[in-house]
């Protein structure tokens, strides 16, 4: 069998590994914002989510999402929403520039008492760090996605000399390695297929599970959402998005 014809193998390997990894050494931290959720969703809170780059691909994943909670909401910062921006390399030059996410910040509906989820896979630019800082500041607490490895290896961004990781209420390490590839072959002079997204969005769907099953136990139905696709869903959304209307950004 030629080498080639083994990388997806390895590559689904590797990918369990971490998923495995996380599930072992980060479930403690999983539960903990699981339930801050579930305390602020029973306290008439609201939940945003934020990442920059392909770290808003988790966050993305969590919002209108059969199957996930009605009330989570993308905080949208203009330029570095997934790699929608041309160029592209405009939005990793805008993760670095100083102020721009307080100014998102001010303009956002968040209150105090709300939950923003802040992911970042290095957790060293300016923006995830700043908006960290920002959040707290405004009375939110504060989630961090991250892989905390980057913080020995790489140095901050910001001018703090920071992390992500040190802002947050509860941080959640998704172990990914500092380079995000996970294979190498002798002809390639680079690593290549990244992990990043799927042990990441793992991460998010595990924290809005612990969430709904936090809330069913203390006698709070959750406001989650069913498939279009599904007789009968669309109706049930309606329902939903009717008793959750305060809380729902999506929409407007």
Avoid at 29 to 58: K, W
Avoid at 75 to 88: E, I, K, N, Q
């Amino acid at each position: 069998m030629a080498e080639s014809d083994r990388l997806a193998g390895q590559y689904f390997d590797a990918a369990i590994d971490l998923l495995r990894r996380v599930r072992d050494e980060e479930g403690t931290s999983i539960t903990a914002a699981g339930r801050l959720i579930a305390d602020t969703v029973e306290a008439g809170g609201r939940i945003f989510a934020f990442g920059a780059g392909h770290s808003s691909l988790p966050a993305q994943d969590t919002v209108y999402r059969a199957g996930g909670l009605a009330v989570m909401n993308l905080l949208s910062v203009p330029g570095v929403v997934g790699v929608d921006v041309r160029p592209a390399t405009l939005g990793s030059a805008l993760e670095r520039v100083d102020g721009l996410a307080g100014a998102v910040l001010d303009t956002s509906p968040v209150e105090p008492g709300d939950v923003l989820v802040i992911i970042s896979l290095s957790g060293r630019n300016s923006l995830p760090v700043e908006m960290a800082l920002n959040a707290r500041a405004l009375g939110l607490k504060v989630i961090g996605v991250t892989s905390v490895a980057y913080a020995d290896a790489t140095k901050s961004r910001h001018v703090s000399g920071s992390y992500l990781k040190d802002h947050c209420d509860i941080v959640l390490d998704s172990r990914i390695p500092v380079g995000d590839a996970e294979l190498t072959l002798p002809d390639i002079e680079a690593p290549f297929a990244p992990a990043s997204t799927v042990v990441t969005s793992a991460i998010m769907q595990a924290v809005v599970a612990t969430a709904a099953g936090e809330l069913a136990e203390r006698g709070i139905e959750p406001p989650l959402l069913r498939s279009g696709n599904v007789d009968g869903g669309h109706e049930w959304n309606g329902r939903v998005m009717r008793e959750y209307a305060d809380r729902i950004y999506y929409r407007h």
